[in-house]
Structure formats: structure tokens, C-alpha cells
Nanobody
Framework: QVQLVESGGGLVQAGGSLRLSCAAS????????MGWFRQAPGKEREFVAAISWSGRSTYYADSVKGRFTISRDNAKNTVYLQMNSLKPEDTAVYYC???????????????WGQGTQVTVSS
């Protein structure tokens, strides 16, 4: 069992930056791939980024490539999402998730956090 708690969301102007964190409980964090997803009002939850258990492999949605960076610190049981050059269309609730592979599909993830709101003003 893995419990995930996101933090770091907030209100930021377009062009600004935020760093999201996802703290995980449990001793097996370093065996899980981690992903970030987001859901805007009235839209489906969509893939943002994923990272392998070792951190050596990362994957990004085209919409965030070059602006967002996913990373992890297995010693701290934490995964991060650094978000730069934010746009109003990045506004959403951001969720972290843990699964066996760094997939782009929601179904691949077994555990989810409660989400953190990111709002980008124009």
C-alpha cells in the first residue's frame, strides 16, 4: 500500500513557475514508477509526465515537453514536477500516481493522491 500526498500548488501568473511535490508513504516507493496527471474542469484526466523507479527514464506529454521536468528522490520518498513558463491552459488539479511502469495511461497506476490545484492567470 502506498499513500501519496501532493503539495506545492497555487496561483501563479502566466510565464511563472511552480514546483509540485508528491510525498509517498511506505518502504517500497523506490520500486514504483511515478506519474503526474492533471484534470481541468469539464475535461478528462490527462497524462503530464512519468518517471521510472530509478529515475533514469522520463516521459512527457507533448503539451508540457520543454517546460516541465519530473524528478524523484528515492531517499526522501518524493517525486517532483518542476513547471516553468506556465500558461493559462495549464490550470488544473494535478495528481501524482504510483504504478509498476511509467505509463501514459491512467489504468496503469495503482495509487493516487488527492490532487493539488494549479491556477495560472493570464
Amino acid at each position: 500500500q502506498v499513500q501519496l500526498v501532493e503539495s506545492g500548488g497555487g496561483l501563479v501568473q502566466a510565464g511563472g513557475s511552480l514546483r509540485l511535490s508528491c510525498a509517498a508513504s511506505g518502504r517500497t516507493f523506490n520500486t514504483y514508477a511515478m506519474g503526474w496527471f492533471r484534470q481541468a474542469p469539464g475535461k478528462e484526466r490527462e497524462f503530464v509526465a512519468a518517471i521510472s523507479w530509478s529515475g533514469r527514464s522520463t516521459y512527457y506529454a507533448d503539451s508540457v515537453k520543454g517546460r516541465f521536468t519530473i524528478s524523484r528522490d528515492n531517499a526522501k520518498n518524493t517525486v517532483y514536477l518542476q513547471m516553468n513558463s506556465l500558461k493559462p491552459e495549464d490550470t488544473a488539479v494535478y495528481y501524482c500516481a504510483a504504478g509498476r511502469t511509467p505509463a501514459t495511461m491512467r489504468i496503469a497506476y495503482d495509487y493516487w493522491g488527492q490532487g493539488t490545484q494549479v491556477t495560472v492567470s493570464s
